[in-house]
Antibody, heavy 120, light 107 residues
Framework: QITLKESGPALVRPTQTLTLTCTFS??????????VGWIRQPPGKALEWLAL???????RYSPSLRSRLTITKDTSKNEVVLRMTNMGPGDTGTYFC????????????WGLGTLVTVSS | DIQMTQSPSSVSASVGDRVTISCRAS??????LAWYQQKPGKAPQVLIY???HLQSGVSSRFRGSGSGTHFTLTISSLQPEDFATYYC?????????FGQGTKVEIK
């Protein structure tokens, strides 16, 4: 059974760096073709794809946020970490991590999400 | 980036109604399209992948069709648990992009 869970601060000050951790079980990021991604959703708005990391350490980022994002993995801990620098009020929202469906380009398992508020 | 445009933005329907949601891609994406359902306060759940393949465990009243730039999600007979927001997502090329969502509301 695949599960994912996001963790991180609920409140971030403007200009600070956000660090979110996705802890997963039921699969391994050592397995070829496996991927974990991050998606966010501002309150009342649509989903926005942020980043994706594959088992071979290939990484993909949203071009509009590329300069602010870093995605990394720790296969020994079954964790994927997303860092976003220079946070602003427009970054407020729920952040989800999700498992990429094998050989497909979508997410088939999602975490519950974690709400991040950017405010001074 | 490939832009995904859904229509309508919202639809009011009754239990038992047939509902159709459209999703258009700004360029051809073959069948690299998925549909998700999201209920308030919950994570999205995949309904359809590869444009027309029903995800395991999903009711057969959901049907996806289309290829290239035009896709459709049809709910054949709306049930109370289907009132939610639906998103399309393209996976043809990075960055993966989502539509703006279609909210299915109770009439």
């Amino acid at each position: 059974q695949i599960t994912l869970k996001e963790s991180g601060p609920a409140l971030v000050r403007p200009t600070q760096t956000l660090t979110l951790t996705c802890t997963f079980s039921g699969f391994s990021l050592n397995t070829p073709g496996v991927g974990v991604g991050w998606i966010r959703q501002p309150p009342g708005k649509a989903l926005e794809w942020l980043a994706l990391i594959f088992s071979g350490d290939d990484k993909r980022y949203s071009p509009s946020l590329r300069s602010r994002l870093t995605i990394t993995k720790d296969t020994s801990k079954n964790e994927v970490v997303l860092r976003m620098t220079n946070m602003g009020p427009g970054d407020t929202g729920t952040y989800f991590c999700a498992h990429r469906m094998f050989r497909e380009s979508l997410f088939d398992y999602w975490g519950l999400g974690t709400l991040v508020t950017v405010s001074s | 980036d490939i832009q995904m445009t859904q229509s309508p933005s919202s639809v009011s329907a009754s239990v038992g109604d047939r509902v159709t949601i459209s999703c258009r891609a700004s360029q051809a994406i073959s069948t690299w399209l998925a549909w998700y359902q999201q209920k308030p306060g919950k994570a999205p759940q995949v309904l359809i992948y590869a444009a027309s393949h029903l995800q395991s465990g999903v009711s057969s009243r959901f049907r996806g069709s289309g290829s290239g730039t035009h896709f459709t999600l049809t709910i054949s007979s709306l049930q109370p648990e289907d009132f939610a927001t639906y998103y399309c997502q393209q996976g043809d090329s990075f960055p993966w992009t989502f539509g703006q969502g279609t909210k299915v509301e109770i009439k």
